[in-house]
């Protein structure tokens, strides 16, 4: 028995006629007859009387029948509700994330860019990152690091360099470069969304001593405040620093690069190999695309291109 015999069922019940059913259909009268007595053979019982040249169901057939069309219902809701299902996940962007506040940046930008699409993200792990993707909680992963499983792609799309952004009134800001000595007095104003107070710790304990953080926040708009009030450095990425001077041209604000090699932040993307992209997620790696690549020309352009 298949959705085929079932759909001839269902038109010669209807017309009470094979000949009209078979037109319908486009088949054949001997290969409809033969059809539906294959039917009445696999369930063991005639469905339909013959009568003066027509044909009737009888009380097993309206019983038949009935399950038929609900079969049929039930089958035709299953499949809108597929398609429905679809043509949202094309649009709707699952997206993990463990890159410290990139996203506050680019998803406004990117909401603005294709309303049409809706977001869901999470801050994960490198190893929640690579969990979600293979039981498809999220459909694209931003990572700063490569993530290992082989059913895993994973596409490095840029890398960002940290730099230090200080008033151009600061005693460091006349010197070329800075190190990480030259900071043994500084006040650090630290975007904790953005950068790891333990990597702070880390690169100045290399040279005998705890950084002195007068300012732990989680505002970039207060980072550049306090900047430009000459109440401190932060470390922050080459574009961020870039972004604020282009801003706020006047407020005084300098970049300067770090002689000692922190690590920088890389931007990769990961996917599942087997998972075909939706319109969001093609959408999204353009946006990212693009995104990057002005970045960089707006770094270029400020005269910061060899911090790159």
Do not use: W
């Not at 459909?139 to 059913?151: F, Q, V, W």
């Not at 650090?188 to 953080?213: E, M, N």
């Not at 801003?247 to 087997?274: E, S």
Request: glycine share 6%.
């Amino acid at each position: 028995m298949d959705l085929t015999q079932l759909k001839y069922f269902q038109a010669v019940a209807r017309t009470g006629n094979i000949t009209r059913a078979a037109s319908e259909l486009y088949v054949t009268q001997p290969n409809l007859s033969k059809s539906i007595s294959k039917l009445e053979e696999e369930l063991g019982v005639a469905l339909f009387d013959h009568r003066k040249g027509k044909i009737e169901l009888n009380d097993y057939g309206r019983m038949f029948l009935s399950s038929v069309d609900i079969a049929f219902s039930e089958l035709n809701a299953g499949v809108q509700n597929i398609q429905r299902m679809y043509a949202a996940s094309q649009y709707m962007l699952s997206l993990g994330c463990n890159i410290r506040g990139y996203l506050a940046d680019q998803l406004p930008a990117f909401s603005t860019a294709h309303p049409e699409i809706g977001i869901r993200q999470l801050d994960c792990s490198a190893q929640q990152l690579t969990e979600h993707l293979l039981d498809r909680t999220i459909n694209l992963a931003l990572s700063n690091e490569p993530l290992s499983d082989d059913r895993i792609s994973f596409q490095l799309m840029g890398s960002k360099k940290y730099v230090i952004a200080l008033h151009d009134q600061h005693p460091l800001a006349s010197q070329d470069s800075v190190s990480f000595g030259d900071l043994r007095d500084a006040t650090f104003i630290c975007d904790t969304s953005r950068f790891q107070l333990d990597s702070l710790r880390q690169a100045c304990q290399a040279y005998g001593f705890l950084p002195q953080v007068g300012y732990e926040i989680q505002s970039t708009d207060l980072v550049y405040g306090l900047l430009a009030a000459n109440r401190g450095v932060a470390i922050v990425p080459v574009v961020m620093g870039c972004h604020m001077i282009a801003i706020h041209p006047n407020a005084h604000i300098r970049i300067r690069p770090i002689d000692d090699a922190l690590p920088p932040v890389i931007i990769g993307v990961g996917t599942l190999k087997n998972q075909a992209p939706t319109q969001a997620t093609d959408l999204f790696l353009q946006f990212l695309q693009d995104t990057l690549l002005q970045e960089e020309q707006m770094v270029r352009d400020l005269g910061y291109g060899y911090l790159l």
